[in-house]
């Protein structure tokens, strides 16, 4: 018997050979082997043998081959929303308790049934069918298989194995299907052999079922660091999950690590084979979106029917306007149905019904749904901000050029334009300005290097005069010191860093009031680029060094971070 206390990530080897047989007997034994019929035989043989295959492996988003379910599944649990505690489907299948789980896209519902339904062909105290209902056929094959338990019952009278249903994929199936699919899991439950688990997409209503509901709780921080280990191994990469979570949770993407589908988009991105791609938020939102409403449901062959003519490329523009016009992440039901309905005018399409449409985005999407009593949000706030930012510079209502409290909102939108240097600069010379203009950096912003690179040397001098700091200064012991109050080094790129250096040093040797802070910036760069052992041309090391006689160490802090370095390696670099 299963129990809450089973690692379910690790140590299970199915010999499938030896399961299938025993799988089969025991439901032939079950309805009666003289009474099935050879035809309904070979369609429940099928049924069990695909099933197998199918749970077997695992293939994300964006993988190129399938992998062993065993060796990147990570436990799953359920809870009962708003609160309540969590709890294995072991826990259910153990007490008979039949229930719905509901999950957003990716969430993991149909890898959550896989796995259980491979962890029960191992247990001989249970008959495991899994019906994946969006294959052809499936749903009357669900229908057959209960009609003949149903007719057979009498003859498995005594028998002490119980008969699990998974059926997975409610919502990807029409409306139709989905009634028989409930009329089928009804009559299956009122025979008392076992219970039955049924996968649905959240704000799916179901037809008639009497049971209890739960959802796929999001992962835990050890969940992903696992799911991200094991990727790694699947894949021979090279990631670090603690690294890795911690680098979204700078950014503002902690919760793209609570479900399977996003942290796989962030591993692909992570270890694609361009080194700047997992240096864009943008890039992952942008792609996240694109997976959740184009691609997440045409990978699994899924036709989602609608009574509404709004393609997928109108409905996302139509989200971009609401989230615009949303100014807190939660608002009244009214403020989204008005939001919408100008988006419909605008394309002619006012005999649209809002709330129904509304409902389907929800259901199809999964990124605006409703929370509580008529407040709707979207799930994820960095998603609200891109979408917002796109309607912004789409519509042509952001002017980079004008000044503002620059948020992440903006920083999105200046992302977005086909020159943020405008903006960037203004950001630099904003006292709260640096948490955007980090953004932007991250996001590979467009901008003109050379330009922000000086007005990086402008932040350096203002704010150095206040604090006494963003200077190069030489301690007694021929120690260099150099300090600069914002740390924006981390988030450049190599290229960049390389224009802060050249720019850097010659600032310096302009004789200006911009020259300390010209070496400093240039000191800042060039620590950077050797911790990131990236290259550097050593005519600029000699430039640089040339004002740094008498010195034999240098100290670089910036922010909460700090470099030292020897002149003689310095010089070394310049001799390459």
Request: glycine fraction near 8%.
């Amino acid at each position: 018997m299963m129990g809450d206390g089973d690692d379910m990530g690790e140590g299970l080897t199915i010999d499938v050979g030896n399961a299938l047989p025993y799988v089969l007997d025991g439901l032939l034994g079950l309805v009666g082997k003289d009474t099935a019929s050879i035809e309904w035989k070979t369609k429940v043989t099928e049924l069990v043998k695909l099933s197998t295959k199918h749970a077997s492996m695992v293939q994300c988003v964006g993988m190129p081959e399938p992998i062993p379910i065993n060796d990147i599944y990570q436990k799953s649990t359920l809870y009962v929303p708003p609160q309540g505690n969590t709890l294995g489907l072991e826990t259910l299948i153990a007490n008979s308790q039949e229930a719905v789980i509901y999950g957003g896209p990716g969430w993991g519902k149909t890898t959550l049934v896989h796995w259980m339904y491979m962890r029960l062909l191992t247990d001989t105290n249970y008959i495991p069918l899994l019906f994946t209902l969006r294959w052809p056929g499936t749903v009357e094959t669900l229908q057959s298989v209960v009609q003949q338990i149903e007719r057979g019952r009498s003859v498995g009278q005594g028998k002490k194995r119980r008969v699990v249903l998974l059926v997975d994929g409610y919502d990807e199936v029409k409306e139709r299907d989905r009634q028989a699919v409930s009329q089928a899991l009804m009559l299956f439950s009122s025979l008392g052999l076992g219970p039955f688990y049924l996968t649905c997409r959240l704000h799916y209503d179901i037809f008639d079922l009497k049971c209890k509901h739960f959802q796929l709780a999001p992962f835990t921080a050890i969940d992903a660091e696992r799911f991200i280990e094991a990727y790694s191994r699947a894949y021979g990469a090279d990631l670090s999950a603690t690294d890795l979570l911690k680098e979204l949770k700078d950014h503002h993407l902690a919760e793209f690590a609570t479900h399977p589908l996003m942290l796989t988009l962030v591993c692909i991105l992570k270890t694609g084979p361009s080194q700047q791609i997992p240096r864009r938020a943008i890039g992952l939102v942008r792609r996240a979106i694109d997976t959740l409403t184009f691609r997440w449901d045409e990978a699994k062959k899924v036709h989602r029917a609608s009574a509404i003519p709004l393609d997928g490329e109108e409905r996302i523009r139509c989200l971009m306007r609401i989230a615009y016009e949303m100014e807190n992440l939660q608002e009244p039901l009214q403020v989204i149905q008005r939001a919408a309905l100008d988006h419909l005018s605008l394309i002619q399409m006012k005999h649209v019904n809002v709330r129904m449409l509304l409902d389907e985005m929800a259901r199809f999407y999964g990124l605006l749904v409703p929370v509580g009593e008529d407040y709707w949000q979207f799930t994820h706030r960095t998603i609200h901000d891109y979408l917002s930012a796109r309607y912004w510079v789409e519509t042509g209502g952001f002017d980079p050029t004008v000044h503002r409290e620059w948020d992440l909102h903006g920083a999105y939108a200046a992302c977005l334009v086909g020159d943020a240097t405008a903006a960037m600069e203004d950001m630099l010379r904003t006292d709260s300005g640096i948490p955007a203009f980090t953004e932007c950096l991250y996001n590979n912003a467009p901008f003109k290097a050379e330009l922000v690179a000086q007005a990086i040397v402008q932040r350096i001098h203002s704010t150095g005069v206040r604090r006494g700091i963003n200077r190069l200064s030489i301690s007694g012991n021929a120690v260099g010191i150099v300090e600069v109050a914002d740390d924006v080094f981390s988030v450049c790129s190599d290229e960049f860093l390389r224009v802060l250096l050249k720019e850097g040093v010659a600032v310096a040797g302009r004789e200006s009031v911009f020259a300390g802070s010209g070496l400093a910036l240039a000191s800042c760069a060039l620590m950077e680029l050797m911790s990131r052992e990236a290259k550097i041309k050593p005519t600029v090391v000699r430039d640089y060094l040339s004002f740094l006689v008498g010195v034999r160490e240098l100290r670089c802090s910036m922010g909460q971070r700090s470099f030292t370095v020897s002149v003689d390696e310095l010089k070394t670099k310049a001799n390459a």
